[in-house]
């Protein structure tokens, strides 16, 4: 298959992520979205399809079989691996950057959590220091762990090229998530304009791709980890059935559009499948790949990074405002959620279930930055297994 192919079919398969549920939500819409429909950013929620116990509890089993997959593994069929000889690491000294994140993000935390009203300036942008200060600090733990070896210290223009797909990758989700009546939404979003809000979402939304990539490269530097889903079963799809997904996963996104209260889910669920069945048959290397020899160590290690940092995400967005019959918070990305049928049982303001979400969400990431490195020809450590 030649570049030009394989560039152009990555590019309509990415396209099709955006335009699937657009053409889905104008059809449910009446071919005539309403007036305010892409105002950003949502500042209310929507009404929503009540509590429905029945899916809450398929939902709540399947979330629970990945669980006891990550704790028992052998229950799957998983082998236990014997640890490699531990290897000498050179001792090394926390680098300046992890203190200068620490400074970041502990500055923004007390300034938030406190409920501070100044600096604005800072309280508006603080996302910014949390993101990127969190990204710095796993940055310097890996740096430690590694004995001198992390993504800043070996190739910095990565995390830089990680970060600009990121404003992409997660700007999609931003796009979705207008077809699917606003999942989320951000209730003190006003307190800027409409054009610094965007201006905002975009610059923060940098930070957000490379945290999944630092913790991936901290998981890596524990042997136990590291092997702990090496020695799985084999699982080798025919390339009929990865055409049967790939059809599967088009016409999800189009019903994610056309019926965002039952389909909903396709908003995480459909854009890593398209992405890896695509990638896949152009050649391209994915962390789906290695399964097929029984090693499920780099997609099962990855797919809960954005389990992991979003837990800390949800934490640090519900303690930065009041809770009550009035919110305040000088955050304007503060956010909430509404979500359908599972819309009960919050940890901090996200409910419990939709903490599943975060599974293909982070799986995603890989896959968006692969495609994105591959589409505009650029080198990654992450085109391979591990990372160092």
Same mark, same amino acid.
């Given at each position: 298959?030649?570049?030009?192919?394989?560039?152009?079919?990555?590019?309509?398969?990415?396209? /099709?992520? &955006?335009?699937?549920?657009?053409?889905?939500?104008?059809?449910?819409? /009446?071919?005539?979205?309403?007036?305010?429909?892409?105002?950003?950013?949502?500042?209310?929620?929507?009404?929503? *399809?009540?509590?429905?116990?029945? +899916?809450?509890?398929?939902?709540?089993?399947?979330?629970?079989?990945?669980?006891?997959?990550?704790?028992?593994?052998?229950?799957?069929?998983? #082998?236990? &691996?014997?640890?490699?000889?531990?290897? *000498?690491?050179?001792?090394?000294?926390?680098?300046?950057?992890?203190?200068?994140?620490?400074?970041?993000?502990?500055?923004?935390?007390?300034?938030?959590?406190?409920?501070?009203?100044?600096?604005?300036?800072?309280?508006?942008?603080?996302?910014?220091?949390?993101?990127?200060?969190? &990204?710095?600090?796993i940055d310097g733990w890996v740096f430690v762990r590694n004995g001198g070896k992390s993504l800043i210290s070996k190739v910095p223009q990565e995390i830089i090229g990680i970060g600009v797909a990121s404003v992409a990758g997660w700007? +999609?989700? *931003?796009?979705?998530?207008?077809?699917?009546?606003?999942?989320?939404?951000?209730?003190?979003?006003?307190? +800027?304009?409409?054009?610094?809000? =965007?201006?905002?979402?975009?610059?923060?939304?940098?930070?957000? =791709?490379?945290?999944?990539?630092?913790?991936?490269?901290?998981?890596?530097?524990?042997?136990?980890?590291?092997?702990?889903?090496? #020695?799985?079963?084999?699982?080798?799809?025919? *390339?009929?059935?990865?055409?049967?997904?790939? +059809?599967?996963?088009?016409?999800?996104?189009?019903?994610?559009g056309l019926f965002p209260a039952e389909f909903f889910f396709t908003l995480w669920a459909t854009p890593p499948i398209i992405l890896a069945v695509v990638l896949d048959k152009i050649g391209v290397w994915t962390p789906l790949k290695p399964v097929g020899k029984g090693n499920w160590s780099p997609i099962l290690l990855f797919a809960i990074t954005y389990l992991i940092q979003g837990i800390f995400l949800e934490c640090q967005n519900y303690f930065s405002a009041t809770h009550g019959t009035e919110i305040f918070t000088e955050a304007p990305a503060y956010w909430q959620y509404s979500l359908p049928y599972v819309n009960e049982f919050h940890l901090f303001e996200m409910p419990l279930l939709g903490y599943a979400g975060y599974l293909p969400f982070s799986i995603y990431i890989w896959l968006w930055w692969i495609a994105f490195a591959t589409l505009l020809g650029i080198p990654s450590k992450f085109y391979k297994e591990e990372p160092f």
């Open positions: 298959m030649s570049v030009i192919k394989k560039i152009t079919y990555l590019f309509f398969a990415m396209l /099709s992520i &955006v335009v699937l549920p657009w053409i889905g939500s104008w059809i449910h819409h /009446s071919f005539d979205f309403p007036s305010d429909f892409f105002s950003y950013p949502p500042l209310a929620p929507m009404v929503k *399809e009540p509590f429905n116990l029945t +899916i809450f509890i398929i939902i709540a089993v399947g979330f629970l079989g990945v669980a006891i997959l990550y704790l028992f593994p052998q229950l799957f069929g998983f #082998k236990k &691996v014997d640890l490699p000889k531990k290897k *000498e690491i050179p001792k090394v000294n926390f680098p300046l950057w992890f203190w200068i994140g620490l400074l970041l993000w502990g500055s923004a935390i007390i300034l938030l959590w406190t409920k501070s009203t100044y600096p604005l300036w800072f309280l508006y942008w603080s996302d910014l220091p949390l993101f990127w200060g969190f &990204v710095l600090m700007m +999609i989700f *931003e796009f979705l998530n207008f077809f699917v009546d606003d999942l989320w939404y951000y209730p003190k979003g006003d307190i +800027i304009s409409r054009e610094q809000f =965007l201006l905002y979402a975009i610059l923060i939304s940098s930070g957000l =791709l490379p945290l999944s990539f630092e913790w991936y490269s901290l998981f890596t530097t524990f042997p136990s980890l590291k092997v702990r889903f090496s #020695k799985g079963f084999k699982i080798v799809f025919s *390339e009929n059935l990865k055409t049967i997904l790939l +059809i599967l996963s088009l016409i999800g996104s189009f019903l994610g």
